[in-house]
Structures are given as structure tokens and as C-alpha cells.
């Protein structure tokens, strides 16, 4: 038997967005109030993956559900899938939010809502907008009285100041790996690779959901281990490791439909993974090595900072591969 069961089993009837407040829980206060109190423009900003998308939606069903956001009924549920009448998400059609985008949903924020109550439009990572700032901007200085905007950025800098003045702004912090954890309860998916899961995910809920789905991507990850456990160090076998590292999976089975750039993306973001993976059970004592473990740390730390440098895979993967094992 599963020894987590009887956790998985203990939430089962919470709230299913329940993870979004686990060691946060001042952040549902604060969408009590201002559900309470509505105001046209919000903006959750925080790292990427701390679930500032999910609490966006988890606003629109406390607005919009007629129990207040109880996650379960036909509104919660059509939330969730983003089939709601009286809710609009923009989606990008390439990597940054273009012009056209803006027009698009905000076509939509002009209607009068469908159910009498309020109209909701999310516009996640604002801080993408291209050229497009000046026409949002315009919106939501007179937004129609029932519409509610509610953005999400990285951070409140540059280009989205002006947007962000006008906001109610709530900063979201890092998700812990309890949360991450309590996340992938919400799933039923607690197995043997839940450890690797939540240790790889580094507080990043794409992460977790990304693994959660791929279990190709845990295998990987797992492979990073031998960079230290595996012997003997020869330069053949190292060049070897270090390509079959380079040779990520894909992130998702939709990668297919993916734009070059956001493939590019997810790739890196496997690969800082899989160093963040390794560093994590580097800096836990759970491997056996036979070197000095600060300095692997560092080497990884290295590796980490050029691959977010945009330095190629392969060249992050083998810097990092062979600073470590020839220690
Ligand atoms: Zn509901």
C-alpha cells in the first residue's frame, strides 16, 4: 500500500485549488476581501510557476460561482476548463501578446455579462505585451463597470508600470514543496516518482504539472544522478552522459503544436531541472561522491546560470558534466 494514501484520501472533499494556499494562507484572505469588495483591475505578480494563473481563476470562481467558489458546481467546473461565458483568457498566438490578441478579448470585455452578475478577462504575462501596452491601457483607465481584469507578470517593471499603477496588486511568492506536494495529491497521482517530483520542481507548479504528466521527463531527471554516481570518469564515458543529458524529452505531449521558441523554452527548463535535481540531492547528503560537494554545487550553480544566459544546452550540460566529475 501506498504509505501516502491516507494523505491523499484526508484531502479529498477540500477545495481542489486547496495547494494554492498551503503555507500561503493569508493569499486566500486577501481574495475573500477583495471578492468582497470588487475592484476592475487586479495584478498578481511573482516567479514563474507559483500559480498566479490558477489563483487568477480561483478569483473568477469566487466572483462568478453562486456558492462563492465552492470548486465543484457547473460554474467552478467550466472556470477550471475556461469555458465560461462570462470569463475570457487571452492566449497568445506567439511568444509575446501582440496587438490583435489585445483587440480580441477586449471585443469580449465590452459585453454586457451573460448571466447578470460579472464579466471577467485574464490576461496572463503581461509582461510579454508588444506594442500593445497603450490599448490596454486605454480600456482600463474607463474599464466597462462589470468587467473585471485581472493580469498576471513575472515582475512589475518597464513597459507594464503604467498598467500596473492602475492595479490592485498582490504579490505571489514561490510555492513550497509542501504545496507542490499537496498539488500532486489533488491529482491522485502519489507514486514512487512523487519525491523526484516535488525535488525537481523547485516550488514550480508547470514544473510539477509537466512532470506529473511525462513520466519520460522523471526518468531523465533521474539520469542527472549519475553525473556523480556512476564511475569510472573517463572522458569517453563523461561525453557520453553529456549528450544523452543534452537529449531531453519533450515537455508535453502537445510540443507538437509548440512554436520554436516556446520549445526552446521547455528544453532549457528540463535541463535546469535536471541541475536543480542533482544539486538538491547533492546538497541533502543523498548521494555517494567522492569529491567536495561545494564545489559540485557550484559547478552546477554555474551550469544553471548560463543555460538562463540562453548559452546552448549542450554547452551548459557539458560544463556541468565534466566540471563535477573531474573534481
Ligand atoms: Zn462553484
Redesign the pocket.
Given at each position: 500500500m501506498n504509505p501516502q494514501s491516507t494523505d491523499f484520501e484526508s484531502n479529498q472533499g477540500k477545495d481542489p485549488d486547496h495547494y494554492l494556499f498551503v503555507g500561503r494562507s493569508y493569499l486566500r484572505d486577501r481574495l475573500h476581501r477583495f471578492a468582497e469588495t470588487l475592484s476592475n483591475t487586479y495584478m498578481f505578480f511573482g516567479p514563474p510557476g507559483s500559480g498566479k494563473l490558477e489563483l487568477a481563476l480561483h478569483l473568477a470562481?469566487m466572483v462568478l460561482?453562486?456558492?462563492g467558489?465552492?470548486?465543484?458546481?457547473g460554474?467552478?467546473i467550466s472556470i477550471s476548463r475556461g469555458e465560461h461565458l462570462d470569463l475570457t483568457i487571452l492566449r497568445r498566438s506567439g511568444n509575446f501578446i501582440e496587438i490583435d490578441d489585445v483587440r480580441s478579448v477586449l471585443r469580449d470585455a465590452v459585453q454586457t455579462p451573460n448571466y447578470g452578475g460579472n464579466r471577467l478577462v485574464i490576461i496572463p504575462e503581461i509582461h510579454l505585451a508588444q506594442r500593445s501596452g497603450p490599448t490596454l491601457l486605454k480600456t482600463i483607465e474607463e474599464p466597462p463597470s462589470k468587467t473585471i481584469f485581472i493580469f498576471t507578470a513575472e515582475a512589475i517593471e518597464g513597459e507594464i508600470l503604467p498598467i500596473a499603477s492602475r492595479c490592485i496588486q498582490i504579490e505571489v511568492p514561490r510555492l513550497s514543496d509542501a504545496a507542490i506536494k499537496s498539488y500532486l495529491m489533488t491529482l491522485g497521482t502519489l507514486d514512487d516518482q512523487t519525491e523526484t517530483i516535488v525535488e525537481a520542481s523547485i516550488g514550480r507548479l508547470d514544473f510539477a504539472k509537466s512532470l506529473s504528466q511525462n513520466p519520460a521527463m522523471v526518468d531523465y531527471l533521474n539520469q542527472w544522478l549519475a553525473v556523480v554516481e556512476s564511475t569510472p570518469h573517463t572522458p569517453t564515458a563523461l561525453s557520453e552522459l553529456a549528450s544523452i543529458l543534452t537529449e531531453a524529452p519533450p515537455l508535453s505531449s502537445e510540443s507538437e503544436t509548440k512554436s520554436q521558441g516556446r520549445k526552446k523554452r521547455d528544453e532549457l527548463d528540463l535541463v535546469l531541472m535536471g541541475i536543480n535535481y542533482l544539486a538538491r540531492q547533492l546538497s541533502k547528503a543523498n548521494l555517494r561522491t567522492t569529491f567536495d560537494r561545494q564545489e559540485a554545487l557550484d559547478a552546477l550553480s554555474r551550469a544553471a546560470r548560463s543555460l538562463q544566459l540562453n548559452v546552448s544546452v549542450a554547452l551548459a550540460v557539458r560544463e556541468a558534466v565534466f566540471s563535477i566529475a573531474l573534481l
Open positions: 470562481t460561482c453562486p456558492y467558489g465552492c470548486g465543484r458546481c460554474t467552478c
